[in-house]
């Protein structure tokens, strides 16, 4: 098979999730802001390959969107794996306060710093 192949496209998320679609936290909203706790700091070498990234990654806080953007995930993928981590306590979540999420000054900078990093 290619890197070209589209079953493999359709596949590795798949696999990057084991199966699920969704988040063990059907709440985690992409502007969420990540952030590796002492806990993943340290399992950081025995954690496998993406979840390992986004640890690494989250050392500085970014938001769901971004690390996305930045390891080249689909979002759904993204928010499956960050849940998982947040779960096993290896990242912190900070959730905006619902007032942010009808901001659309911070709705169109969060595009915009989206659109940068491509």
Known sequence: MSEQDPDVSLLRPYLLTSGRAQPVDHTLEIETQVVTSDQGAVARQRLTFEHRDIVELCRATMSVAEIAAK???????????????????????RRPGAALNQDLGMIERVIRGLEAIR
């Open 71 to 93: 390891l080249g995930l689909h979002i759904g993928v993204a928010r499956v794996l960050v849940a998982d981590l947040a779960a096993s306590g290896h990242v912190v979540l």
